[in-house]
């Protein structure tokens, strides 16, 4: 079975560009996550659908950073504008519905560098 | 809600001691608690899931501990070699709570020869 895939790998952007982040889970899970990646935060989370669903929209990050699920193999995540500061490396990761054990499938993420 | 704090962030030691990273959490009702690898450039690789049924679990060169009194989960990395070399993240999660776990900051090891 294929992993979870990330693109792109690597993105540069300027300070108040557009971005979207793209995420294929592993077939059949239902559950996705994004989360943020930095050094001295290490994982935090962005948002996470089950079934497509919402069910979680990380409070910080709610007014520049939308993630949106509009089949249930794929994913986008939103930055706009960008700044700075979204330097990070941004990881989606699966989960297989009614496993309830929690164990997440992680793709290798993405590097967005922002000038 | 839960928080997770691991210890230490960096650790360096020579090839064939012992490793030890420690996390404690705070929500008691925490049940589900694993260990994830992260190589350089690399994604996170399951290492182990522990549930607080178990309080030792062994792997291959390693042991988990979880001590629900304390609310402490720990790895140690018996016999480190060069390949170990990475940052370890330490996740908890709780029961019904739809596969959603809190990570640990992480601790980037390091295995000198």
């Known amino acids: 079975d294929a992993g979870v895939t990330q693109t792109p790998r690597h993105e540069v952007a300027e300070k108040g560009q557009t971005i979207i982040l793209k995420c294929e889970p592993v077939?059949?899970?239902?559950?996705l996550f994004w989360y943020r990646q930095t050094k001295i935060q290490g994982l935090e989370l962005l948002s996470y659908?089950?079934?497509?669903?919402?069910?979680?929209d990380g409070g910080a990050f709610k007014d520049r950073f939308k993630a949106e699920m509009l089949n249930s193999s794929f994913s986008t995540l939103k930055i706009q504008p960008t700044e700075p500061k979204d330097s990070a490396v941004y990881l989606c990761?699966?989960?297989?519905?009614?496993?309830?054990?929690?164990?997440?499938?992680f793709g290798e993420g993405s590097k967005l560098t922002v000038l | 809600g839960e928080q997770v704090e691991q210890r230490p962030p960096h650790l360096s030691v020579r090839e064939g001691d012992s490793a030890f990273i420690t996390c404690t959490y705070t929500?008691?009702?925490?049940?589900?608690f694993f260990w994830y690898k992260q190589e350089p450039g690399a994604s996170l690789q399951l290492l182990m899931k522990?549930?607080?049924?178990?309080e030792i679990n062994e792997g291959q060169g390693f042991t988990v501990l979880l001590n629900k009194k304390d609310k402490r989960l720990s790895l140690n990395l018996t016999a480190a070699h060069p390949g170990d070399s990475a940052a370890y993240f330490c996740a908890a999660g709780l029961s019904g709570s739809f596969n959603k776990l809190t990570f640990g900051a992480g601790t980037r090891l390091a295995v000198c020869p």
């Open positions: 077939s059949g899970h239902n559950d």
């Open positions: 929500d008691p009702n925490s049940y589900y």
């Open positions: 990761a699966s989960s297989r519905l009614g496993s309830n054990t929690g164990q997440l499938y």
């Open positions: 522990v549930f607080s049924s178990t």
């Open positions: 659908f089950r079934s497509k669903s919402l069910m979680e």
